[in-house]
């Protein structure tokens, strides 16, 4: 997808994600079970490298209101899940976005907890390492759970309502500067390659949603071959 961006007009290198049909269970299916005061979200894959992120999102209906709660480390797996222990009701509904190399992407059905009869609470199967969003640095940085860098320090744009609310995003560098701006979006996950910010350092977004401004916050570009955020950018940014 190209986007025609202000005030620069250069080519936006943006990864679009566009509906597909393709899923413990496999996916697109997901198992969804309680154990105690957990939920355990649990699937296989047969997709292999063609995945390149899977997010776990929960709502209170079991269509809409999604919000995304964690994603996981390594998306290819055979075998995964992810743990959520701050449901803040049983009853809640749960789903996974997955998101394909090329653009494309499948969320599954969405799935109710089933009690595990079998367990008391205490003992749950292994279930590799999760990536909450809302990241915490260790000097303090808290990222912004709507727009944030990845692992691999592109920036991600997570707005699961995106089809129903009217979201525009305008970048800024360090100077106030504008780099660019989205008048509209209309994907629920979106990748903006690095390399549209053209050179490392921090940066800051404004999202607003129809047209009142939701959100200001910061973010951190590393330079090449470089990942995170270095603890004394961190610390000059808010001592």
Known sequence: MKILLKP???SFLIL?????????DTLPRITVKSFGNKVIVSWRTT???RITAINIQRSGDSVKNFTSIGSVLE???RENGFVDSKAPAQNMFYRVFVAFAGGSYTFSKSYRPVID????????????????????EPSGFVASKYIYTGKDD???????DAGNSKYSIKFFDDNDKAVFEINKVTEPY???????FLRSGWFYFKLYENGIIKERHDFYIPKEGKHGI??????????
């Open 8 to 10: 620069l007009f250069i």
């Open 16 to 24: 679009g994600i566009s509906s597909g049909s393709f899923a413990q």
């Open 47 to 49: 997709y292999g490298a």
């Open 75 to 77: 998306p290819n797996n």
């Open 117 to 136: 009869t079998g367990s008391t609470g205490d003992e749950m199967p292994d279930v590799p390492p999760a990536h909450q969003y809302v990241p915490e």
């Open 154 to 160: 592109n920036v991600i744009i997570d707005l699961p």
């Open 190 to 196: 979106l990748i903006i390659e690095k390399v549209n």
């Open 230 to 239: 270095p603890p004394d950018e961190i610390k000059k940014r808010f001592r």
